[in-house]
């Protein structure tokens, strides 16, 4: 594993081991016992897009490794005046060890991490979000004990979390059943690319109009904003054709009576979800917010270490 740009790159071994790393530098933090895997290590962390988990969980994960976050925005970098991404990763190689980026085109992440002769980790694309699928995962496995033969609903937006979600059940043999509206579904080249996947773990994926469908026997339920960053002058229509998919207690009491529900935040209260689901007892939005940092650590561990 050279970079972390998508979970379909890297294999069902490596995503174990960082699903194991995250278990045991999780319990060390709480434990109080320091692992300074990268002290003297510098990590820059571009974002061409704003973040609160992202920014807070690379740099404090960071920094718990004995390294030194080095948050860049646009306005810090010579991208936004147009110098290209070959001259920036080459830049940036001689000054870090490593590179996370957060940005809109994920065909720039592809190309930085081409570049670049250190580890690049992508924070999130527009297509794309491994981390969160990692912290997602993690945070089931620490909920049910187990992933493989779970079954993950997923209903709204068939974005950049649904497709790394995708990724991951099919790397953990885990099943996930997706429902979108229609003209929203995952793109399809990542819908293949995740049926490959599945072929060798057994996971099976599924996709269709029908939330109560996808919902049904759910041992984890998930969904995301409807409207993304970028999205904002579709909002009015949106909200009308994704009305159907809010997970409420409705749509929820189709899943198992044990199951949990996850998002990745920002949460749109009586949008994707109403108020009783992700305020509730079985919402586990914030372990999984937490995780974040814990699989991010394990990764910048194994990709810089």
């Keep these: 594993m050279k970079d972390l740009i998508s979970l379909h790159d890297i294999t069902t071994e490596e995503f174990e081991q960082i699903l194991s790393l995250t278990e045991k530098l999780k319990k060390e933090t709480k434990a109080g016992i320091p692992h300074h895997i990268l002290k003297g290590k510098t990590l820059a962390m571009v974002f061409a897009k704003s973040s609160t988990r992202t920014r807070v969980s690379f740099e404090v994960g960071m920094t718990q490794l004995g390294g030194y976050p080095l948050v860049l925005s646009s306005n ?14 080459k830049v940036l190689e001689r000054f870090v060890d490593g590179i996370m980026i957060r940005t809109f085109d994920h065909s720039d992440v592809v190309e930085l991490a081409e570049h670049a002769n250190v580890p690049v980790i992508n924070g999130l694309t527009d297509l794309l979000h491994p981390c969160q699928a990692l ?7 620490e909920h049910k004990g187990t992933l493989a033969g779970l079954k993950l609903a997923y209903v709204g937006d068939g974005n950049n979390v649904c497709h790394s979600l995708l990724f991951a059940c099919a790397k953990a043999g885990m099943n996930m059943s997706v ?4 003209g929203y579904e ?4 990542i819908w293949e690319m995740a049926q490959s996947d599945a072929a060798k773990s057994g996971a099976i994926l599924t996709q269709s109009a029908d939330p109560i469908e996808a919902m049904s026997n759910a041992d984890v339920v998930c969904t995301d904003t409807w409207v993304s960053m970028g999205q904002e002058d579709e909002k009015e229509a949106r909200v009308k054709i994704f009305k159907d ?3 409420n207690s409705t749509l929820f009491g189709k899943a198992k009576s044990d199951a949990i529900f996850i998002h990745c935040l920002p949460a749109y209260r009586g949008y994707e ?3 009783d689901i992700i305020d509730g007892p079985r919402s586990v939005i914030f372990d999984e917010a937490e ?3 814990h699989v991010q650590k394990a990764v910048m561990a194994l990709l810089m270490g």
């Design 291 to 293: 995780n974040r940092m």
């Design 179 to 182: 429902a979108t509206p229609k």
């Design 76 to 89: 810090d970098l010579q991208l936004g005046r147009g110098e290209s991404i070959y001259d920036t990763a």
């Design 186 to 189: 995952c793109d399809q080249n």
């Design 135 to 141: 912290a997602d995962l993690f945070t089931v496995y």
């Design 273 to 275: 979800v109403t108020e």
């Design 245 to 247: 998919y809010q997970v």
